[in-house]
């Protein structure tokens, strides 16, 4: 069976801090989850404010202390969902002015598929989060594309593996609040209706990421056109532009349309500006919607 490598990076970082900027027009996003896990990974600071405000106790922090570290992000292709895991630790290390070291589980966390694999793996990445959760101080792990992992049970055609794996998983995440540093776990999918309710159940916070509006759209052409001498009256027409339905994800319009726009200039040599957006929009269209399952 092959050994279970997990990605590692310990925040604040100078790239955490550029990637977390450079994700627009999901600011409501952010700021809860940069809350939720501040309050997770600095246990001090709830009580600290517990023993300001309600120094003869209070309900909610004795009910809130099982609650288990487990957020979900679920929502549309190319939102965001997994770049905002990737570098959310380096604002909420600042404001908390500690350090976290994130960890995110590879593309096969399922393995090879030999028998017994899938739990041992998934008991592998909690045992590495636990370790370097004490090393460090305090973890996020980061489980993306959990539907992988955490389909129903009794949705699948049960196979024995994938069951034990969805048992194992859950009894983990039961453990995380026991874990003396502190753990928090981020588990991202697009299919939210695939996980397995027990999963779904225990998320303290869930979070839905969507094709970017109006107001968003016009962020993102605001961004992608800084430093040329473009008008507020050229962006909002940018933003009718992009009316479409399905409507455009944010990958579409940084990755497939800028990039397309970018590489024309390039190549005639000219500078970026609106003209050369209009174009690419007049040719990609929107990734299509998931299909339901
Ligand atoms: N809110 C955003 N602001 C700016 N760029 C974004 C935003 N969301 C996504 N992008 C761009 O799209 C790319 C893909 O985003 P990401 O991989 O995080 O999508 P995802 O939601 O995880 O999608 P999937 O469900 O397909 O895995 C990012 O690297 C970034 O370039
Ligand atoms: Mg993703």
Redo the contacts with the bound molecule.
Sequence with gaps: MSELRLLETIHPTKEGEHDFE?????DAIKESLADELALILDRKRLDDWGKRHHSGGLGILNITKGTLPLILLS??????????ASCIATPVARAIDQRIVCLETPSDIRGGGHVGELSSRVTDAFTQAKSRAAAVGRAILVI??ADDLATGRSQMQAHHEDRAGVNVLIKQINQLSASPAPIALIM?T?RPDVLDPAVLRRAALRLN?QR?NEAARFA?FQRLLHGTSTTETQLQELVKLTVKKPQY???DL??RIARLALRRCWKANQPFGVAALKAAIAEIEPSPLMAAS
């Design positions: 450079a994700l627009f027009g999901i929502g549309d292709v190319g939102c965001g969902k997994t770049a905002l993306d594309e991202i697009n990421f970017p993102v994800t944010f990958s940084t990755d």
